[in-house]
């Protein structure tokens, strides 16, 4: 009998021929099908006749669906005649759906494979190579089929270009785990005419756009590796501080995209946009590749600006320098009008520091570092912030938290280690909870009609609980934040609120 589907190893796809077995699907049909059949046939008359029961022993109510399955097959690849009421739309999803099912699974696979071994007709047997590259991307064979299929794609690849496809499309489900939703009629429907590839559109920092292709079963993970490799990024380690967030029209939902996670089972809907940010700032910066820099100088320079860095107003050299940096990073031939300087000032501070002190100041730099390129000045630049309290930190304004009593908003600063409440206007840190103690994160509804949402937050040890609650427009956001940089140690049971 089939063994039930399980998630196979990466081991389970690469050990093809790591034992005695050879691993062919005749093998395979021998030991594991009711009946020992032959899957090559040299029959002048194909197409074979329908099976009668499914060809591995199942219960009575499965076989009986494999033997209806084997059919719409059959009609599928055209050698049956269809129903007038079904198109092939209809027949392939019919075929995907019983692939779903996991005691059905390796049926499935097997019926394809036997259907396309010997097949007389090319057209048709293209059709059956067709639907068995879309099986291998959604759903992995069982442990004890993986290394059949395996075996037969590998054979099948010198001659069979869609052999090739699924191999990928296998490798990358052993890898990801499989696109478990099925694809919606409009994709379904360019899939059947051959139009598998689709343009995506990602938004970087600095109003920049970066345009790809994707396919069918292309995940996340991949994309963002492309898109770094584009900046000169190359250590896996720095990739995976890059995220690539999902927003829906304007800011309604905002949850960064696992790794794993299959685009065209993600931008099914015209209002969603993909944007993509750096969370993580552990890997040492280096600053050879242009893209790289300016990517990094306009994320920086964004938050700069909001007054999430919380630069002092007191510190009038230090907000003077950066106002120059800005100003040399647009390689500007006439010097910075006052509306300019206003405009290189974080928002907050706009109306709290001297700006004669800061026009003075300014020039004073400017004469210092008119030899500087703009990409030296974006680089100083990066290098400056470096050294404010909230640098490498994603930072939200919190409205009102549970356990402090201060006047006005707090900012919360997150990273991959860590949570801070910090004191804008003192600078003081105000609270610090490591994100591995946190135990449980749940959304809260607006406590007041027209109000922000909030989350509470349980953290700390058994014995000694803490909770707080904090109320903020991006709870939401926040809260898929924490779950993501936590590596979905913290399950979805614990944070019902999602």
């Known amino acids: 009998d089939s063994e039930a589907t399980s998630l196979p190893s990466v081991t389970a796809y690469t050990s093809v021929s790591s034992d005695s077995h050879s691993y062919t699907m005749q093998e395979f049909a021998l030991r594991y099908f009711r009946k020992p059949l032959t899957l090559s046939t040299a029959n002048p008359l194909w197409p074979q006749a329908p099976i009668q029961e499914s060809l591995i022993s199942l219960k009575e109510d499965a076989s009986r669906q494999a033997v209806a399955?084997?059919?719409?097959?059959?009609q599928f690849m055209g050698d049956q005649s269809k129903s007038w009421r079904k198109d092939e739309l209809d027949l392939l999803y019919e075929l995907l759906k019983l692939c779903q099912e996991e005691e059905l699974r390796d049926e499935m696979y097997c019926q394809v494979i036997k259907q396309?071994?010997?097949?007389?007709?090319?057209?048709?047997?293209?059709?059956?190579?067709?639907?068995?590259s879309l099986f291998t991307g959604f759903f992995p064979p069982s442990t004890t089929l993986m290394p059949y299929v395996t075996k037969f794609l590998q054979d099948s690849s010198p001659s069979q270009e869609l052999a090739r496809s699924s191999q990928e499309h296998l490798q990358?489900?052993?890898?990801?785990?499989?696109?478990?939703?099925?694809?919606?009629?409009?994709?379904?429907?360019?899939?059947?005419?051959?139009?598998?590839?689709?343009?995506?559109?990602?938004?970087?920092?600095?109003?920049?756009?970066?345009?790809?292709?994707?396919?069918?079963?292309?995940?996340?993970?991949?994309?963002?590796?492309?898109?770094?490799?584009?900046?000169?990024?190359?250590?896996?380690?720095?990739?995976q501080e890059f995220?690539?967030?999902?927003?829906?029209?304007?800011?309604?939902?905002v949850r960064p995209l696992?790794?794993?996670?299959?685009?065209?089972?993600?931008?099914?809907?015209?209002?969603?946009?993909?944007?993509?940010?750096?969370?993580?700032?552990?890997?040492?910066?280096?600053?050879?590749?242009?893209?790289?820099?300016?990517?990094?100088?306009?994320?920086?320079?964004?938050?700069?600006?909001?007054?999430?860095?919380?630069?002092?107003?007191?510190?009038?050299?230090?907000?003077?320098?950066?106002?120059?940096?800005?100003?040399?990073?647009?390689?500007?031939?006439?010097?910075?009008?006052?509306?300019?300087l206003l405009a290189y000032i974080p928002k907050p501070l706009q109306w709290q520091v001297d700006m004669a002190t800061i026009k003075t100041l300014v020039g004073q730099e400017l004469r210092q570092l008119q030899e500087y390129s703009p990409q030296k000045a974006q680089i100083s630049f990066?290098?400056?912030?470096?050294?404010?309290?909230?640098?490498?930190?994603?930072?939200?304004?919190?409205?009102?938290?549970?356990?402090?009593?201060?006047?006005?908003?707090?900012?919360?600063?997150?990273?991959?280690?860590?949570?801070?409440?910090?004191?804008?206007?003192?600078?003081?840190?105000?609270?610090?909870?490591?994100?591995?103690?946190?135990?449980?994160?749940?959304?809260?509804?607006?406590?007041?009609?027209?109000?922000?949402?909030?989350?509470?937050?349980?953290?700390?040890?058994?014995?000694?609980?803490?909770?707080?609650?904090?109320?903020?427009p991006q709870a939401q956001e926040l809260q898929h934040t924490i779950v993501f940089l936590l590596d979905g140690s913290m399950t979805s049971t614990q944070w019902p609120g999602n």
């Open 116 to 132: 396309v071994t010997g097949h007389p007709r090319p057209e048709r047997c293209a059709r059956g190579w067709s639907l068995l």
């Open 69 to 74: 399955g084997f059919r719409v097959l059959m």
């Open 172 to 239: 990358r489900t052993v890898k990801y785990g499989g696109r478990q939703q099925l694809p919606s009629p409009a994709e379904m429907q360019a899939l059947l005419k051959g139009q598998a590839v689709r343009l995506l559109l990602i938004h970087m920092p600095g109003a920049m756009e970066y345009r790809t292709n994707i396919q069918t079963f292309t995940v996340v993970g991949e994309v963002l590796e492309e898109l770094c490799g584009q900046m000169g990024i190359t250590d896996p380690q720095e990739v």
């Open 243 to 253: 995220a690539l967030f999902l927003i829906k029209g304007e800011g309604d939902l």
């Open 382 to 472: 990066i290098e400056a912030t470096r050294q404010l309290p909230l640098f490498g930190y994603t930072v939200y304004v919190v409205l009102r938290a549970s356990k402090l009593v201060l006047p006005g908003p707090v900012f919360l600063g997150l990273n991959r280690w860590h949570l801070v409440l910090m004191d804008p206007s003192s600078q003081k840190l105000c609270c610090s909870i490591t994100l591995k103690d946190l135990q449980r994160l749940h959304l809260l509804s607006p406590l007041e009609d027209g109000g922000p949402p909030g989350l509470e937050l349980n953290y700390g040890s058994a014995d000694s609980p803490q909770t707080m609650w904090l109320e903020l």
């Open 258 to 340: 696992w790794p794993h996670e299959y685009l065209n089972s993600i931008m099914v809907d015209q209002d969603l946009s993909l944007h993509t940010r750096r969370l993580g700032w552990e890997s040492p910066l280096h600053f050879e590749h242009p893209t790289y820099v300016s990517i990094h100088y306009s994320q920086v320079l964004r938050d700069y600006l909001q007054g999430k860095l919380m630069a002092s107003a007191q510190a009038d050299a230090q907000l003077a320098q950066l106002a120059a940096l800005q100003h040399l990073s647009k390689a500007s031939p006439s010097p910075p009008s006052e509306q300019d």
